[in-house]
């Protein structure tokens, strides 16, 4: 009997200890600290969190460039330059010229797929009409 009661007597001590140690803990805690420590999985108490980055790489630039010639038509040159690269006839007319006295000049800047299509576009149009014009794309 005086066994159980001494027994009873030790627990009784211990949970007081451990109550008033986890007392102790919480207080020494600041307010952020305590609540990731609640939030978290034990294991997870080291792990470092690091914010994902957005894989956003930006897509490679080409310029889309006339060349000159001797044969081909200013005007037609012009109209090219207004149907497909969606230019205004000054505009237009300045970039015709500066092919004509440089020997190359710049129509657009864009993505693979839509300078190559505007590549295309040129040629066909002037295969059709029979004219010698030139037009490649180089990688910025
Ligand atoms: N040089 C041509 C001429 O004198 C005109 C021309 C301009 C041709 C631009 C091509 O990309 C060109 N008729």
């Given at each position: 009997?005086?066994?159980?009661?001494a027994r009873a007597v030790l627990l009784v001590?211990?949970?007081?200890?451990?109550?008033?140690?986890?007392?102790?803990?919480?207080?020494?805690?600041?307010?952020?600290?305590?609540?990731?420590?609640?939030?978290?999985?034990?294991?997870?108490?080291?792990?470092?969190?690091?914010?994902?980055?957005?894989?956003?790489?930006?897509?490679?630039?080409?310029?889309?460039?006339?060349?000159?010639?001797?044969?081909?038509?200013?005007?037609?040159?012009?109209?090219?330059?207004?149907?497909?690269?969606?230019?205004?006839?000054?505009?237009?007319?300045?970039?015709?010229?500066?092919?004509?006295?440089?020997?190359?000049?710049?129509?657009?800047?864009?993505?693979?797929?839509?300078?190559?299509?505007?590549?295309?576009?040129?040629?066909?149009?002037?295969?059709?009409?029979?004219?010698?014009?030139?037009?490649?794309?180089?990688?910025?």
């Amino acid at each position: 009997m005086a066994l159980l009661t001494a027994r009873a007597v030790l627990l009784v001590y211990l949970i007081g200890r451990i109550f008033s140690f986890a007392q102790r803990c919480d207080g020494d805690m600041a307010g952020d600290q305590k609540k990731e420590f609640l939030s978290r999985p034990e294991d997870d108490r080291d792990l470092v969190v690091e914010e994902a980055r957005p894989v956003t790489k930006k897509p490679p630039l080409f310029r889309v460039l006339l060349l000159n010639d001797d044969y081909t038509p200013m005007e037609f040159v012009v109209e090219v330059l207004e149907l497909i690269f969606g230019m205004d006839r000054p505009k237009a007319t300045r970039i015709m010229l500066e092919v004509h006295t440089q020997g190359r000049g710049v129509c657009g800047v864009f993505t693979c797929e839509i300078a190559e299509t505007k590549v295309a576009r040129v040629c066909a149009f002037a295969d059709q009409h029979q004219h010698p014009l030139l037009c490649t794309l180089e990688e910025i």
